[in-house]
């Protein structure tokens, strides 16, 4: 694990190429949970905001919501979503989740 700043720290996933990935964590400000850091909005240039996590105990999965924060809410596109498998899944749901990630 490397520390960007106080609050950040990078983990190493695997994309859907199959390839090792540094994703980094930080904590939202919004609900103070740690949640990974997904980029910016190509439209408005703002950095998405984490919005909720939604855990699934039927698929292993918890999803992470982000929005844009700087479009105006009628032109807000969909909003971004990774989903982590947390071990409880089965094998076939984590090669999907392998597959699907970023």
């Known amino acids: 694990m490397q520390v960007e700043s106080s609050d950040e720290y990078t983990l190493s996933a ?7 990935i540094d994703v980094v964590v930080r904590k939202c400000q919004h609900c103070n949970e740690n949640v990974p ?3 910016k909005c190509p439209d408005c240039s703002t950095e998405y905001l984490h919005t909720k996590t939604v855990e699934n105990p039927e698929t292993g999965f918890i999803h992470f919501i982000y929005e844009c924060g ?26 999907d989740l392998i ?4």
């Open 14 to 20: 695997i994309n859907i190429r199959n390839e090792v």
């Open 99 to 102: 597959k699907g990630f970023l």
């Open 70 to 95: 700087g479009c105006p809410p009628e032109k807000r596109k969909a909003q971004k979503i990774i989903k982590i498998n947390d071990g409880n899944g089965s094998t076939s749901l984590r090669d």
């Open 37 to 39: 850091k997904v980029g």
